[in-house]
């Protein structure tokens, strides 16, 4: 019975997030111009949809650098501005 209804709610949330991803690159790929929305798109769509606990670990993996070096460069020009505000407010 336990085995059961763990195995029903992982099944539930795998078809949950599987929807809400679906949906979420629908909408980015119909609102980028430069992708026509033909059968292989919607096929793509279907199969990443499908594999999504492979998709987003390694989509996370490639976002990874290049949120560390926006962040350095947040944090360095965060420095410059309260480097020249603290100039500004002395002079």
């Known amino acids: 019975m ?5 195995l029903f709610s992982g099944a539930i949330f795998y078809l949950l997030v599987g929807c809400c ?3 979420q690159w629908l909408n980015i790929m119909q ?6 929305s033909g059968m292989l798109v919607k096929l ?3 199969i990443v949809s499908i594999l999504w606990p492979f998709v987003v ?10 949120y560390k ?3 350095e460069s947040m944090s360095m020009f965060a420095e410059q ?3 020249s505000l603290a100039v500004e407010s002395n002079a």
């Open 57 to 66: 670990p390694f989509a996370y993996l490639e976002l990874l650098p290049k």
């Open 44 to 46: 793509f769509l279907v």
């Open 31 to 36: 609102q980028d111009g430069r992708i026509r």
């Open 21 to 23: 991803l679906f949906t």
């Open 2 to 6: 336990l085995l059961e209804m763990l």
């Open 81 to 83: 501005v309260s480097e």
């Open 69 to 71: 070096s926006s962040k």
